[in-house]
């Protein structure tokens, strides 16, 4: 966790203050943070290293447009999703017969219900 804490706030996602009234909170709003800011801050920037910088991919190999797409796919969820719209619950269960969703019971993750509510951990 220290870790990883350590990535979001050199990232500037997150601000930490140690000490007896020491914590940790969001250091811009949720809604502004995305999950590739997430994901590049914790594991660096998403690199399809699959071909030349630059190169046309209507010249390269099915697997090299593949991967191409693959990365552009993950990259372009992952910068749609903020961190706010994570927190939002699901406005109702499934209804049966339906796909159902994962319901937390009641109670957020700590992490995310803690950067959430802008508290101190």
């Known amino acids: 966790m220290a870790k990883v804490t350590r990535h979001l706030v050199k990232a500037g996602l997150l601000r930490a203050d140690r000490g ?12 502004s943070i995305t999950l590739l800011a997430i994901v590049e801050a914790c594991q660096g920037s998403l690199v399809g290293d699959y071909c030349q910088p630059g190169c046309d991919l209507n010249l390269v190999c099915s697997y090299h447009k593949a991967a191409a797409e693959l990365h552009d796919a993950i990259s372009g969820v ?4 903020t961190l706010a719209q994570l927190l939002r619950r699901p406005a109702s269960a499934a209804k049966p017969g339906g796909i159902s969703c994962v319901i937390l019971n009641g109670a957020e993750p700590s992490l995310f219900g803690l950067l959430a509510a802008g508290g101190k951990s």
């Open 78 to 81: 992952l910068s749609r999703w």
């Open 20 to 31: 007896v009234k020491g914590g940790v909170w969001l250091n811009r709003p949720a809604e």
